[in-house]
């Protein structure tokens, strides 16, 4: 049974904060990709995202993540990460997404 992935919105200072919670695995990647896609199709090009309950990024993950960040990037927006669980930070780090990694 595949566990599910639990997104939630609030905007924060000018920031679209999304709080995820889950595993970001080959299933639920292209789920996260659609959220963000959405928002950034809605006009949000400062995007947060608070991986604090996240267990478990796959390649398919980090690849959204990269997509979305050069998409904002183009869009002259922002992007980062939060609140990384210690085996997320680690792959984050490996795959030299350290810069997106910011202390809340």
């Known amino acids: 049974m595949q566990e599910t992935l639990e997104i939630k919105k609030e ?9 995820v919670a889950g595993r970001i695995d080959a299933y639920w990647s292209d789920h996260l990709e659609k959220i963000l896609q959405e928002e950034i199709n809605a006009g949000h090009y400062a995007l947060v995202l608070d991986f604090a309950e996240v267990s478990y990024i796959s ?6 993540i990269i997509g979305c ?36």
């Open 11 to 19: 905007t924060i200072a000018g920031s679209l904060k999304i709080t």
């Open 59 to 64: 390649s398919a993950g980090i690849r959204i």
């Open 69 to 104: 960040y050069k998409q904002l990037q183009m869009l002259h927006g922002s992007f980062s990460l939060i609140n990384a669980s210690g085996n997320v930070a680690s792959v984050l780090k490996m795959s030299g997404l350290s810069s997106l990694l910011k202390e809340e």
